[in-house]
């Protein structure tokens, strides 16, 4: 086969992924149940910056019961102080990290604990729910339901490394982490905006279960699926937004710190590095051919489709060659530091003994 050939079968491979996907999105709406009580529960950790107006728009939540209870884990920023001056919301302090926990892990289990909702609503700092969110996502009726946020990108390095979360997860996942399948390797959630019925979530182990994990999300959606329980997958742009990272250097530290969870494996890394590199940038090497600019159209193509449904900025589309790449840099430096012996960390935390999701 042409090299032309292989090239245009990488690029069609996500295009028809991602249209199948995109097309079968659901949205969540409509109304919970009578006596549906959603706790949502937002971990924090020198989140000063952004802990106000998360517990605004959460405040604000329509359609259903809510209460917010916000897990406080050893801020020096001055976090709790802006906690305590909302009427209505818990403010609790986490306990000394016990050994074998990741902070937001342990921070999660002990708010699902706290909690009295017959929903438990995971929410990072940094996002910003919709009215009504909790109601439309309790109401789809599913054990777990999670969406990515509509993505907020403020600079250059954040179109570099933030549009990939959905490019991967529509173009790359059979199913899109949908209920489609109750395979537990193709189980999706976004760690950013996470609802669970309170009972599956017992059952499953909560949090508790995946204890030393940095990559929260997935693992838990693993988890629901091993237990024979479905997960869902629903758009996230009209539920949320979220501004993960403020520049080039906060994104690549927060996607290192989850990338040996997810494709920073040594089996798994040269895969991914195959379909990823020869899809999107080995076609620009074999120009003029004319499948290798059909190759360049198709993951552009879809690459807009994403952005389109995600509502993220339009300007990011033509930087895809360059998401990509960033990607993949990110992906082989987190492999080489964990040959190399260099723990995993996070928020002046270090994790010598984090494990694959």
Not at 70 to 75: F, H, K, R, T, Y
Not at 85 to 92: F, K, Q, T
Not at 235 to 263: H, I, Q, T, V
Request: charged share 15%; aromatic share 8%.
């Amino acid at each position: 086969m042409a090299p032309t050939h292989i090239a245009l079968a990488l690029a069609l491979l996500p295009a028809l992924l991602g249209l199948l996907n995109l097309i079968r999105l659901p949205v969540a709406r409509g109304v919970p149940p009578a006596g549906t009580r959603v706790s949502i529960l937002i971990p924090a950790r020198n989140e000063a910056g952004n802990i106000g107006p998360c517990l605004e728009a959460a405040l604000a939540s329509t359609g259903c019961e809510v209460e917010v209870i916000v897990m406080d884990d050893g801020s020096t920023d001055g976090t709790a102080a802006i906690v305590a001056g909302y009427p209505g919301v818990r403010l609790l302090q986490a306990p000394p990290l016990p050994p074998g926990w990741t902070g937001k892990v342990h921070a999660c289990a002990r708010l699902a604990e706290a909690a009295t909702g017959t929903h438990l609503l995971f929410l990072d700092a940094d996002v910003r729910l919709a009215p009504r969110a909790a109601a439309a996502m309790a109401a789809r009726g599913t054990p777990m339901v999670s969406a990515v946020p509509r993505q907020r990108i403020g600079s250059l390095g954040e179109a570099l490394t933030v549009p990939f979360i959905n490019f991967l997860l529509l173009c790359y996942l059979p199913f899109g982490g949908r209920t489609t399948t109750r395979w537990a390797a193709l189980a999706a959630a976004c760690g950013q905006l996470l609802l669970v019925e309170r009972g599956a979530y017992e059952r499953t182990g909560g949090h508790a279960a995946i204890r030393g994990v940095l990559h929260d999300g997935i693992a838990l959606a693993r988890c629901f699926r091993q237990s024979g329980a479905d997960t869902e997958i629903v758009a996230g742009a009209p539920l949320a937004s979220c501004r993960m990272y403020r520049g080039f250097g906060e994104a690549w530290d927060g996607f290192l710190k989850n990338a040996r969870e997810g494709m920073a494996t040594p089996i798994g890394l040269p895969v991914w590095t195959l379909l990823l590199a020869g899809g999107h940038l080995w076609p620009w090497l074999l120009l003029p051919a004319p499948g290798a600019a059909a190759a360049i159209f198709l993951g552009f193509a879809v690459r807009a489709a994403v952005a389109w449904r995600g509502r993220e900025p339009w300007w990011t589309v033509p930087l895809h060659p360059l998401t990509v790449l960033v990607a993949l840099a990110l992906q082989w430096t987190a492999l080489a530091r964990g040959a190399l012996g260099y723990p995993a960390g996070w928020k002046g935390r270090a994790y010598p003994g984090t494990r694959p999701a």
